[in-house]
């Protein structure tokens, strides 16, 4: 494999590693080393030596005559958002918000064209698509989704849309531009976003916008349903302004995280 980036600085093993990491998703969680490779687009024996070295780190473990990832990986995602204070301020809140509604709730960032969950308290109940840490939707097709692009101007949005979607999942709902405008317009002006089987069929979800001390949406909360069960009525009634209010108090949770002054170690001098 070429090198894909000229930067003198780029190492390209750590890159390929991280190729090796992404090739696993809930419909592979498990593969051969031949599938690995592929999947990566490496040559089988770079593959397998970056997989006996993530086995060795215990990201890895060997199943039978394959690989899968351990619960390891997460460690990866979960010092992002524990080192943005966002989990820790967040976590409270949102189990009360589940306890109120008994309905799932999560957090959710952007990246790329792609909404990416940093947090979540579920209730077990049967849906369309499995949700976890590190799951990753098309965003236009959110709730989450569109609180996000909501807060971007023209050209952060332009760039954001031109990235081609990693998710892995085709949405129902595929907007045409002028269509996702305006429905990005209606966010901003309700400062809150609706889904109903947008996604997928049978869910439906409001999203609210969590904002740090100078205001900018650094990510978005929702509240999730299954559609049979639950109306856009109740969602949009009962649900939403309890949301609005979880939402609030985490933002204003937040600003107060980010003002409380660091403590910084100096380097002793000998």
Known sequence: MPRRDPDPDFIESI???FDVIKAFDQHRPVMSLSEVATAAQLARPTARRILR?????G???AVGGGFALTPRVLELGLTYVQGMGLWEVARTHMEKLVAQTNESSSMAQLDGSDIVYVGRVAVPKIITLAVQI???FPAPATSLGKILLADLD???LERTLAEPSRAGVVAKWQPERTELDAALRQV????WALTDEDLAAGIRSIAAP???GTGKVVAAMNVTVHAAETSVETLTGEYLPLL???ASAVSAELALHDALPRTVVEPEVS
């Open 59 to 61: 990201y890895v473990r």
């Open 210 to 212: 969590l904002r740090d």
């Open 15 to 17: 890159a390929r590693g």
């Open 244 to 246: 609005r209010e979880t």
């Open 188 to 191: 901003r002006a309700r400062g």
């Open 53 to 57: 070295t993530l086995e060795s780190l």
């Open 154 to 156: 023209e050209d952060e």
């Open 134 to 136: 590190g799951t990753r």
